[in-house]
């Protein structure tokens, strides 16, 4: 199993601790991002540049990706991606995409974006907090636990 980080997004915090579970663990964690990123020396921890473009480090987290890795991603379309190939996909805050509650994100997010279209001014999202961080870290803990009770 790896870990892929939609690493453009990705608030550092969030990269300082998959830093710390790469080399606890030694699993590899792999940054992927349209932007030279500076990683700690481990070797379990790598960072990939891609060309700028839309959705460019997306599409090659999904080619990369294999059935069971996991993904660190904001973007809901990449986490339905990676659910479709057998991935398992972690929003920063804590909240794993699953197969029951893709559809209705997609959903939310098409609505959101016909909103912006039209001049709704729809807000963003509330700051990264220290909850946040604690829910992932949560999150991602149980989820290796799990993988290595298998």
């Known amino acids: 199993m790896?870990?892929?980080?939609?690493?453009?997004?990705c608030p550092a915090v969030v990269k300082e601790i998959l830093y710390r579970v790469a080399d606890r663990t030694q699993i590899q964690v792999t940054l992927v991002a349209n932007q030279l990123l500076r990683v700690p020396p481990?070797?379990?921890?790598?960072?990939?540049?891609?060309?700028?473009g839309a959705d460019v480090a997306d599409q090659e987290i999904v080619r990369l990706l294999a059935p069971?890795?996991?993904?660190?991603?904001?973007?809901?379309?990449?986490?339905?991606?990676?659910?479709?190939?057998?991935g398992y996909a972690l929003n920063p805050r804590g909240e794993f995409y699953t197969e029951h509650n893709i559809a209705q994100m997609l959903t939310m997010r098409a609505f959101m974006d016909?909103?912006?279209?039209?001049?709704?001014d729809t807000g963003g999202p509330a700051a990264f907090n220290q909850s946040d961080?604690?829910?992932f870290a949560n999150s991602l803990d149980r989820h290796l636990a799990k993988l290595r009770q298998r």
């Open 2 to 9: 790896r870990i892929w980080v939609d690493a453009d997004a």
């Open 133 to 135: 961080r604690q829910s």
């Open 42 to 52: 481990s070797r379990f921890i790598r960072s990939v540049q891609v060309p700028s």
């Open 114 to 120: 016909e909103l912006r279209g039209s001049g709704v």
């Open 68 to 86: 069971g890795d996991l993904v660190i991603t904001g973007d809901i379309p990449l986490a339905a991606d990676v659910l479709k190939k057998g």
